[in-house]
């Protein structure tokens, strides 16, 4: 057991309305996203906790929690004889505090009451909806021995990326000097960091803060309770004054991680995990995904060429191709379909015997995606019905549309969750 299992608690922020990643937040969170065809986005934390033997887990929530709230509630449970738990702190109107979490830092302090008889002396604040792995407890002992009061998980990133982040400066002890947040591209020049030669042979100069803190008790409770209590954002507030006056140290992390910010690097990030040796390592024993065991039956695979493929179980596929996708869990997919460069999420249930045949004999779509349909540089989220001869091909021609059915961003169309496609139907 890591030594500081008992002296850490763990805080998830479950994410505001996550605009950005919609539709796939149309009736859900950003932390319940299904990624990798049968996890969701909460269970990378969540896992990266219990790899760092931190067990004593609270997950924040507000937006389109009643998902993201039945999928801790069926996956996370500990054994009677440990103190581990994974519970969620919903926001609440108390008479103290009539308001719903009004950024980061705000749903931290509104949460905090519910810390008070624990015994812990390191808060670990982590972000719903980042991708990565990551041994928390190397932070933790970087952040002891430094006498830090605050530390920041930090990332070198190139200067495409640098606008997106809140960017900081750091001496050669680690030391923190400087911080600004999502700054413009004028004055980037001015925040380029020594990164390391690695890092700088791939013009990644600016070190970005990953939304991974770790604090001490103490400060945490002074920071949000007394000198900023009406604060209510970490980086444009509480991070930038504590700099000042505290010891704030960089921890910089050089493993794979991405932010699942929006549409584009959300699908980026699934199809990348497609390639022979994947930027992010489902296969390491050491490192363990967790998710809902679901018991469904292994995936039936009939007639397909595969290549560059991840197939969920319980997945049914007569396709005559899938190239460099992800299927997930329950999909199924019918005879002389052709599959590229897309996301299936898959299905929730299965559609009877009966309902099947009863769907057939109307000519309405079954549930998954039909015959001789055409998918590619697309995600398809749950329980569509996909008719057949349907063509959905993403690309850089199209423009940015919102349809009752689909939504085109980045070049990238996303079926909408639950659509109905009618057969020979074509974007």
């Known amino acids: 057991m890591s030594i500081y299992a008992k002296e850490t608690v763990s805080i998830i922020l479950g994410g505001g309305a996550g605009s950005r990643l919609s539709p796939l937040t149309a009736s859900r969170s950003k932390p319940a996203v299904p990624i990798a065809g049968k996890y969701r986005l909460v269970d990378i934390p969540i896992s990266?906790?219990?790899?760092?033997?931190?067990?004593?887990?609270?997950?924040?929530?507000?937006?389109?929690?009643?998902?993201?709230?039945?999928?801790?509630?069926?996956?996370?449970?500990f054994s009677a004889f440990s103190s581990g738990f994974v519970d969620i702190l919903a926001a609440e109107q108390t008479p103290d505090n009539p308001g719903w979490f009004q950024g980061t830092a705000d749903a931290v302090r509104q949460s905090l009451r519910h810390l008070d008889k624990m015994d812990f002396e390191y808060v670990l604040i982590l972000s719903g909806d980042q991708l990565y792995q990551m041994d928390f407890s190397k932070m933790i002992d970087a952040h002891k021995k430094s006498g830090a009061a605050l530390s920041i998980a930090t990332i070198p990133v190139g200067e495409r990326e640098a606008s997106e982040f809140g960017i900081l400066k750091s001496n050669e002890e680690n030391v923190v000097t400087s911080f600004i947040e999502k700054p413009s591209k004028n004055v980037l020049t001015d925040w380029i960091s020594d990164t390391g030669e690695?890092?700088?042979?791939?013009?990644?100069?600016?070190?970005?803060?990953?939304?991974?803190?770790v604090f001490n008790k103490d400060i945490l409770y002074k920071l949000l309770n007394e000198v900023h209590p009406k604060a209510t954002d970490f980086g444009k507030e509480i991070i930038p004054d504590s700099i000042?006056?505290?010891?704030?140290?960089?921890?910089?992390?050089?493993?794979?991680?991405?932010?699942?910010?929006?549409?584009?690097?959300?699908?980026?990030?699934?199809?990348?995990?497609?390639?022979?040796?994947?930027?992010?390592?489902?296969?390491?024993?050491?490192?363990?995904v967790y998710t809902r065991s679901r018991m469904l039956p292994p995936a039936k695979i009939s007639g397909t060429i595969i290549n560059k493929a991840i197939i969920a179980e319980g997945s049914i596929i007569h396709a005559k191709e899938i190239t460099q996708s992800v299927i997930g869990i329950r999909s199924r997919i019918g005879k002389g379909t052709v599959v590229k460069n897309a996301y299936i999420m898959g299905c929730d249930y299965y559609e009877t015997i009966e309902q099947i045949h009863q769907k057939s004999l109307s000519g309405k779509p079954i549930l998954g995606i039909g015959e001789g349909c055409i998918i590619e540089d697309a995600i398809v989220d749950k329980n569509c019905s996909i008719g057949n001869d349907v063509h959905i091909k993403g690309g850089a021609h199209l423009e940015k549309v919102d349809h009752p059915l689909y939504t085109i961003k980045d070049h990238i169309i996303v079926i909408k969750k639950g659509a109905i496609i009618p057969n020979g139907f074509k974007i």
């Open 198 to 213: 690695v890092m700088q042979s791939q013009g990644r100069n600016f070190l970005a803060s990953m939304g991974i803190y």
């Open 244 to 288: 000042a006056h505290y010891k704030v140290m960089s921890y910089q992390y050089d493993g794979y991680w991405t932010d699942i910010g929006n549409i584009y690097s959300f699908f980026e990030a699934n199809i990348a995990l497609t390639e022979d040796i994947p930027p992010f390592n489902l296969f390491d024993s050491a490192k363990t």
């Open 48 to 77: 990266n906790c219990i790899n760092s033997n931190l067990n004593r887990i609270f997950v924040l929530t507000q937006f389109n929690s009643a998902s993201l709230n039945q999928h801790i509630k069926n996956t996370y449970h």
